[in-house]
């Protein structure tokens, strides 16, 4: 049993959104493919958010069947832009009712599957994030536009800290609950996975990096990246965590191998 990640697939929906328009061609039948050739029957991916264009559970249900399809257990996560995802536990569970193949989900907990247990949390952007991210776009490509960016988010000021501290305690529930597994089982192998970045490639720490490497998991799987703005996320080793950048265009459209189980271990 292996644990593989990807993020942001960006499926259509039945609002049929194409991502033509990124340049991600023939998508999402080239990530079928690779992901079938990639993952077994066997094997748990972890989604981590943005997961479908839909609006409303109803419009996601093309999305989730094309989930049930794919090889492996899935573990979801919620991304910024699924806008289906219910605000509760038990409305999100009626929802995957119907997909057996995805086995759990991260919202304020964390899910056993095996071998590993996985927290996390959405996570949102930090006073940290680099601005060069918004140099490519067509918006930002002169130092007055830059400047607008910035005043516009200084303006915002009040609303982001309650964003995060709102992320942040749902992150620490989150750990929380993985701790308790961990402590029923020290054998468990703690991931974490988040949407957006924890960490940028600056290395800088950030509230949710020193919160996630205070509870020491080996891995931290985010997404949300993409082109240009794929190298301002920290890849690596950094504070005892290794993270793991799985946006589909990181990864080129193949969920990414994180950790293998251990030998002792018999996937029932």
Known sequence: MRLFAIA???????????????????????LAQRWDESVSPKDCV?????????????????????LQARPGKKILLKGNHDYWWPDSASKLQKILQPFPSIVGFVHNCAVQWGPFVISGSRLWDVVEAPWEKFESTEAAKNAEAIEAIKAKAANNTADLAKMIQRETQRLQTSLDDAQTHIEANPQLIHIVASHFPPLYADGAPTPFSTLIESRNPKHCIYGHLHGPSLSSGF???????????????????????????????SAS
């Open 8 to 30: 942001d697939l960006h499926l259509p929906s039945a609002r049929q959104k194409s991502m033509a328009c990124f340049g991600w061609n023939n998508h999402p039948a080239t």
């Open 46 to 66: 972890v989604v981590a958010g943005d997961i479908s264009w839909a609006m409303k559970p109803a419009e996601a249900v093309g999305d989730l069947g094309w």
């Open 235 to 265: 890849v690596g080793m950094h504070g005892g965590v290794n993270y793991v950048l799985a946006s589909c265009d990181a990864v080129e459209f193949r969920p990414r191998l994180v950790e293998l189980a251990p030998s002792a271990f």
